[in-house]
């Protein structure tokens, strides 16, 4: 990949890249500056904000990524494609088929360490599946970061996230001050067995003990990217409990659910609140069919790695192992300024067919 003897390919790759970084000048990457909690590796804690750095040599990071059929992933792509042209660290990044194409992830790391990238940042599709390849590229001296939730291993350099457990508390704390402490709510949790899911679900249900008149009439795990599951869960549910007073919802399904209670006119009367809310929830936002929508920096925590990455290989004394990122609020009243540029790419933007950035020579 790092090879520039044949100045076609450049050409080819130069077209194939600008689509994204055309999208990016016109849009607001200034995310320097923003305050995150950063925990070192003695074990020191500091809220302090991240900036962009320039890497010393031309480094280049393998990513691994489980798909290109979530937002949420498609918005790390272009958080790691734009902050690598904006330092000028080379990226190549590759994805798998979905959360059932662990070999295909497994396969496309060793991929990356045969390239001999000078680190690794994964999204793992299973922390258990891909322990075994993470300690091989360790023990070739590759260091290996991770986004979203981390392998098993004791290794690991870096871990950048959102917190999943505080979003699912912040967003069930909220739907239960807005029903004044009683009611009957159900949750739809998203795909059962996901480290984020369950995280979420757990955050959500400890926030839940503090209202002891706010019964869980149900709980439903399904498809968080399928609009369609919540529409017909939602129904259901509304069917079983015709006094339900809110839902809490992972994702996507929370439009479907929207939907169902704009066809039942029951928008002021149900509450709905969505945990990691898309661009597209924006519209449901803006109607009060969402009530509130909490979610996290999905885009920005891929640029903080890419810095975190570049601050190791640069050799600095003291970078921080784990940083978490805060919640962001959405509501009718703050949408017109939600930074939507700190979770999600420019509206409309896909990602590169060839996924690939290279480093600018020293």
């Known amino acids: 990949m790092r090879s520039v003897r044949i100045p076609l390919l450049i050409v080819v790759l130069a077209a194939l890249i600008a689509p994204a970084f055309v999208a990016a000048q016109a849009y607001n990457d200034d995310w320097q500056g923003i305050m995150a909690e950063s925990i070192y590796p003695w074990g020191k804690r500091l809220w302090e904000p991240w900036e ?23 918005n790390q792509v272009y ?5 690598a042209q904006a330092t000028g660290v080379g990226v190549t990044i ?34 258990e599946g891909i322990a075994a390849i993470v300690n091989v590229a360790i023990q070739k001296k590759i260091p290996v970061y ?30 239960c001050r807005n029903l004044k402490g009683r009611g009957k709510i159900a949750i739809l949790a998203g795909p059962a067995g996901n480290t984020y899911t369950e995280s979420i679900n757990k955050g959500a249900r400890a926030a839940l003990k ?5 019964k869980l009439a149900d709980e439903k795990w ?28 992972v994702e996507a399904q929370v439009h479907g659910v929207a939907n169902t209670l704009k066809e039942r006119k029951l928008t002021d009367k149900v509450a709905c609140v969505a945990v990691y809310p898309f661009q597209e929830t924006i519209p449901y936002v803006r109607d009060g069919s969402v009530d509130y929508g909490v979610t996290g920096y999905s885009l920005t925590n891929a640029r903080i790695l890419v810095n975190m990455i570049i601050r190791n290989l640069n050799g600095e004394p003291e970078v921080p192992r784990y940083v978490w990122t805060p919640g ?24 590169p067919s060839f996924m690939n950035v290279e480093p600018k020579k020293k």
């Open 52 to 74: 962009r750095v320039v890497p010393k040599k031309p480094y280049r990071i393998g990513v691994s990524i489980p798909s290109l059929g979530s937002p949420y992933f498609v």
């Open 79 to 83: 958080g790691y494609l734009t902050e």
């Open 94 to 127: 590759l994805a798998a088929k979905g959360y059932e194409d662990l070999q295909g992830q497994v396969s496309q790391i060793e991929n990356l360490i045969n390239k001999k990238v000078d680190a690794l940042a994964i999204a793992p599709i299973s922390a």
């Open 146 to 175: 991770f986004l979203g939730e981390a392998a098993h291993t004791k290794n690991l350099t870096g871990y950048a996230s959102e917190n999943d457990y505080d979003l699912g508390f912040r967003g069930m704390d909220w739907l």
């Open 210 to 214: 503090n209202y002891p008149d706010v």
């Open 222 to 249: 399904g498809d968080s990217e399928d609009p369609a599951v919540g529409q017909e869960l939602a129904e259901n549910l509304l069917n079983a409990t015709p006094d339900l007073n809110g839902f809490l919802v």
């Open 328 to 351: 962001l609020d959405m509501t009718r009243e703050s949408i017109n300024t939600f930074p939507r540029f700190h979770v999600w790419a420019p509206e409309g933007w896909q990602p």
